[in-house]
Structures are given as C-alpha cells and as structure tokens.
C-alpha cells in the first residue's frame, strides 16, 4: 500500500511538472 501511495504521489509530481513545462 505504502508503494502504491509513493508511486502515484510521484506520478502527481511529474504530471504538474509536465504541465508546467507546457505552460
């Protein structure tokens, strides 16, 4: 559960990274 949670934690990051690189 824990991994889960990290691992759509830090795909949360990436997509507001790419959206601001968009932006």
């Given amino acids: 559960m ?3 949670k990290w691992m ?3 795909a ?3 997509k ?3 959206l ?3 932006m």
């Fill in 16 to 18: 507001w990274r790419l």
């Fill in 8 to 10: 759509t934690k830090n």
């Fill in 20 to 22: 601001h690189i968009i």
């Fill in 12 to 14: 949360t990051e990436y």
């Fill in 2 to 4: 824990k991994e889960t």
